[in-house]
């Protein structure tokens, strides 16, 4: 009796616990991690309302408005927008923005952690560190100096 509940789109009575209708197979309340991602194709800034409205099986234009309804409060939807951004990974599968930059954190935070030996993580290191040589373990394009990729 008590596990259940109706669904919100054809009324049938379902399991509580469902997340899909059985009868009409709409998606029901609950995170969809399979759309927890920018590469929608309906995707207009950088696809942060989209990645939520999939998430949650929101229509994408309601997501919309309520960034931008949320953002003439206090640019309080430009605030959650932008901390999304960093979060959503930008494809299904893909690393987000944030956990790029803790990853290249880490890197740096090893390179400080050996004494800043070696060739800092990143390009643009010092040229004098750089052309000093005879530092053991680093390929040639780390030697070559800063003015390579970035
Ligand atoms: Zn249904």
Not at 12 to 32: D, N
Not at 70 to 88: E, F, Q, R, T
Not at 91 to 106: I, K, T, W
Not at 123 to 147: F, H, K, Q
């Amino acid at each position: 009796m008590a596990d259940t509940k109706h669904c919100s789109y054809c009324a049938e009575e379902i399991r509580a616990e469902a997340t899909r209708c059985p009868y009409c197979r709409s998606r029901l309340a609950g995170f969809e991690i399979d759309g927890w991602h920018r590469g929608h194709d309906d995707a207009k800034l950088a696809g942060v309302a989209s990645a939520v409205a999939h998430a949650l099986s929101l229509p994408v234009g309601a997501v919309r408005l309520g960034f931008v309804l949320l953002s003439l409060v206090h640019l309080v939807g430009a605030m959650v927008y932008g901390s999304l951004w960093l979060i959503v990974p930008p494809r299904l599968g893909e690393a987000s923005v944030l956990q790029d930059m803790l990853a290249r954190g880490a890197e740096w935070a090893r390179w400080l952690a050996g004494g800043g030996s070696g060739a800092p993580p990143a390009s643009g290191s010092p040229g004098d560190r750089a052309t000093s040589g005879g530092v053991s373990g680093l390929d040639g394009s780390v030697i070559n100096g800063g003015d390579g990729e970035r």
